[in-house]
């Protein structure tokens, strides 16, 4: 999946939230967005999946601007996409386990299917623990980890996430970095915000690009040097 932002403001009330933002992101490795609280971040993840539109410039998915899609095309991209925003949305009267099954239903697979895959990625993700509870008996730690276990769930081919770490220990934050790590060397791609450094050290070969003031700025990926 290919998501060209061309020459990009988003403004609110006559104020820029981001401001002439350009970026390519061409369905491959990694891509962090750093930048203090209010800088812009969310609102850039948000025009990646169409639930935002610019108030000036152009966002194409695959060749196609997003303020043109149907309902039926952003639904059919977004099957395509994982999803993980700042408040988790889950859905309130869905178990753990349910949350992060809806995505396998949708996809197709049988029940035996769906909920093997299902309790094998809880296990995975360390959160089997949870998989009876509903999401306001967990903690805001729980809630991002089952958010991002039900965007990976179905391998999309892009993940965007807004600040996946940002309620987490290190020691989980870690264990998270791993495995967006395997889901990079399984295919995916991915387009992650941040205040952890640590999650941007985890991707060495990942471009960052810093948001101040609505002015995204992209860096060339730093890869990790080899001796040999």
């Not at 870690?174 to 941040?194: D, F, K, P, W, Y």
């Not at 060495?204 to 001796?227: F, M, R, S």
């Amino acid at each position: 999946m290919r998501i060209e932002v061309r020459d990009v403001t988003v403004s609110y009330d006559g104020i820029p939230a981001l401001n002439n933002a350009s970026l390519t992101i061409d369905g491959t490795g990694v891509v962090m967005l750093t930048g203090p609280t209010g800088a812009g971040k969310t609102t850039l993840l948000r025009l990646l999946y169409g639930d935002l539109l610019p108030t000036q410039g152009t966002v194409h998915i695959d060749e196609v601007a997003t303020s043109t899609l149907r309902p039926s095309q952003k639904r059919a991209i977004r099957r395509r996409q994982g999803i993980v925003q700042q408040n988790c949305k889950l859905v309130s009267d869905y178990s753990v386990f349910d949350n992060v099954l809806m995505p396998y239903a949708l996809a197709g697979r049988t029940k035996a299917e769906a909920t093997r895959e299902c309790l094998g990625l809880l296990a995975d993700m360390n959160i089997s623990y949870v998989r009876h509870k509903f999401p306001h008996q967990l903690s805001g730690g729980e809630r991002h980890l089952v958010a991002l276990a039900r965007a990976i769930a179905i391998k999309p081919e892009i993940l965007i996430a807004d600040e996946p770490t940002g309620t987490l220990d290190d020691v989980t934050s870690a264990s998270v970095a791993r495995t967006l790590r395997t889901c990079v060397e399984n295919g995916m791609a991915l387009v992650i915000s941040t205040h952890s450094s640590g999650l941007v050290t985890a991707f060495p070969e990942a471009t960052v690009c810093t948001i101040n003031d609505g002015i995204l700025t992209v860096h060339e990926a730093q890869k990790k040097e080899t001796t040999s």
